[in-house]
């Protein structure tokens, strides 16, 4: 009779541990982080949003960290889009040290997939706090004005 009631009791125990996590699974998700396909297409008055956060050299060294540990492993250390799991994922990324990469998307566009996640993307906008997401548009904008000045200054003048 005791093993029945302590078998009894772990599975209420468990049933309830079930019950709560599908509850907080349903829970309505902030109005940052609604979810986004491949396919969704980004909201104009979203794609029209302006970068508020300067960058700054702080700015990027705080979203370089960030970026380091949560972003580099797909898209490249240096915004290559050759990171680890690239292959493994088969992943197309694009390499954003060329400028034309991101010259027809707006820091608006970017903040969107960054907030709310693309494909294989998941999103950031539960994760992080707003600032760091456009300090992350920001350091993304400077890879290729960094490789830009870097190929400026390899190439010899004629």
């Known amino acids: ?6 078998f009894l009791g772990a599975l209420l125990l468990a049933s309830s541990g079930v019950l709560t996590a599908q509850q907080s699974g349903t829970q309505e998700k902030p109005k940052d ?6 396919d969704s297409k980004i909201p104009p008055e979203e794609a029209a949003r302006k970068n508020p956060v300067s960058s700054t050299p ?64 998941s999103g950031q906008g539960d994760r992080t706090k707003e600032q760091m997401r456009w300090n992350l548009i920001n350091l993304t904008r400077s890879f290729s004005k960094k490789d830009s000045k870097e ?4 190439t010899p003048k004629q």
């Open 33 to 38: 982080s609604q979810p986004a396909t491949a």
């Open 151 to 154: 190929k400026a200054a390899d």
């Open 58 to 121: 702080e700015g990027l060294a705080e979203a370089r960290r960030f970026y380091k540990y949560q972003c580099a492993m797909c898209h490249g250390e240096n915004g290559d889009g050759k990171g680890d799991l690239v292959e493994t994922m088969k992943l197309k990324m694009n390499d954003w040290r060329d400028v034309a990469s991101l010259a027809d998307r707006t820091d608006g566009e970017l903040y969107y997939v960054l907030t709310n996640g693309k494909g294989a993307m």
């Open 1 to 6: 009779m005791r093993d029945s009631l302590l």
